[in-house]
Every structure is written in structure tokens, then in C-alpha cells.
T-cell receptor, first 112, second 116 residues
Framework: DTAVSQTPKYLVTQMGNDKSIKCEQN?????MYWYKQDSKKFLKIMFS???????INETVPNRFSPKSPDKAHLNLHINSLELGDSAVYFC???????????FGQGTRLTVV | AQSVTQLDSQVPVFEEAPVELRCNYS??????LFWYVQYPNQGLQLLLK??????LVKGINGFEAEFNKSQTSFHLRKPSVHISDTAEYFC??????????????FGKGTKLSVIP
């Protein structure tokens, strides 16, 4: 069983569209994250949730909205997609903020 | 705030040779340190971590790293690399406390290329 699973793995869409990426973890972890990896492989935190509560909301356009319906799920919705949103988005989870984070396989978003 | 500097963006090395990937960090508070590996088109996998105790930590796949507090470094080493070690390696830190501890701050990565 995949510990942290994201869907879809690839997403190609036109500018201006709205899209969602889903993330589920079956590890029983309390903390979940969204990271963005740009074309130069640089990873940066976007959001952190602990027990469904938003802890970190980095300087991310408000077109990005995370939603955590329960502790096992953290979805990312993106409105009005722009070319600059093209990147790989990683979901991750950890038991708490000090233990290792387990990463999903990533969602490669391409905006055309 | 924390920052992580990986001093080499690319490291080519011959198979069975030793390798060291360098990582320095900056933080006003104590931090935990991690090394992750990313194989092509995959997510990140933890290689090893330093939380406390012995400054020499051993990880998976024969990797080890040494924490040096005075030099704020956490260099990754392997005595003999294999072709399968070709990947991107990321050093990361998180502070002990505060809201900032709910995130990993990553370096820009080092691409290790093992040459047959």
C-alpha cells in the first residue's frame, strides 16, 4: 500500500482553468504538507496542516486553497491557473513536526 | 528563519569511488537535520536524520552524515558509490520549536552522477 498517494500524477491544463490535486495518507499521521518543486528542483513549503488546522500558509497566491476534510486527506485547489504555476507539487505527511516527512510521488502540473 | 546551502549543484563521481555532498545551514535556533534523496520522477525518500546524540548518523543505502555544530554543517558521505546512487540529494532542516517547525527548509539540491 502506498503511504502517501497523490492524484493525478500528471495534469496538463489551459491557463485560466481551475484544478484540484488530491492527497491521502494511510500512516495515521497528524501533520500534512504541500510543497512546490520548481523547474530547478527547488522545494518550498506552501502549506502545513496539523490535525486539520492550518499552521503554515507561506506567501502563496490566494488562488491556491488547501482543504483538509479529515486528518488523512489534504487536497489542493488552484483557481485561474497561470503559466507560472507549472511545477511539481508534492504532498507529504509526518507523525509530528519533528519526525521524518513521507512524500507522495508528486503531481506534475503543466499549464499551457 | 533558517537557510540551507548545498555547496555543489552537481557532483560527478566514478563508480566505487567515495563521495561527499556538502551541506551548511544557518539558524538562530537549534535545528533537526535531514538528508533526502529523489530518484528521477519520484518523490523524496529519507536517507538519514540527526535529532540528537551521536553526531555521526548512519542511514540507508550505506550513507552516513556528520553533524558539526561549530561549523553548522551536515555533510553526507558514502565510501563507495554505485550506479544506482545517481539521483538528486537534498539537505533540509527544521527548528526545534515555533510555527517554523511545521516545515522543512531545503537546500537547492546536489545532483550526484555516478559514472561507470
Amino acid at each position: 500500500d502506498t503511504a502517501v498517494s497523490q492524484t493525478p500524477k500528471y495534469l496538463v491544463t489551459q491557463m485560466g482553468n481551475d484544478k484540484s490535486i488530491k492527497c491521502e495518507q494511510n500512516l495515521g499521521h497528524d501533520t500534512m504538507y504541500w510543497y512546490k518543486q520548481d523547474s530547478k528542483k527547488f522545494l518550498k513549503i506552501m502549506f502545513s496542516y496539523n490535525n486539520k488546522e492550518l499552521i503554515i500558509n507561506e506567501t502563496v497566491p490566494n488562488r491556491f486553497s488547501p482543504k483538509s476534510p479529515d486528518k488523512a486527506h489534504l487536497n489542493l485547489h488552484i483557481n485561474s491557473l497561470e503559466l507560472g504555476d507549472s511545477a511539481v507539487y508534492f504532498c507529504a505527511s509526518s507523525q509530528d513536526r519533528w519526525t521524518e516527512a513521507f512524500f507522495g510521488q508528486g503531481t506534475r502540473l503543466t499549464v499551457v | 528563519a533558517q537557510s540551507v546551502t548545498q555547496l555543489d549543484s552537481q557532483v560527478p563521481v566514478f563508480e566505487e569511488a567515495p563521495v561527499e555532498l556538502r551541506c551548511n545551514y544557518s539558524s538562530s535556533v537549534s535545528v533537526y537535520l535531514f538528508w533526502y534523496v529523489q530518484y528521477p520522477n519520484q518523490g523524496l525518500q529519507l536517507l538519514l536524520k540527526y535529532l540528537s546524540g551521536s553526531t555521526l548518523v548512519k542511514g540507508i543505502n550505506g550513507f552516513e552524515a556528520e553533524f558539526n555544530k561549530s561549523q553548522t554543517s551536515f555533510h553526507l558521505r558514502k565510501p563507495s558509490v554505485h550506479i544506482s546512487d545517481t539521483a538528486e540529494y537534498f539537505c533540509a532542516v527544521t527548528p526545534y520549536s515555533g510555527a517554523g517547525s511545521y516545515q522543512l527548509t531545503f537546500g537547492k539540491g546536489t545532483k550526484l552522477s555516478v559514472i561507470p
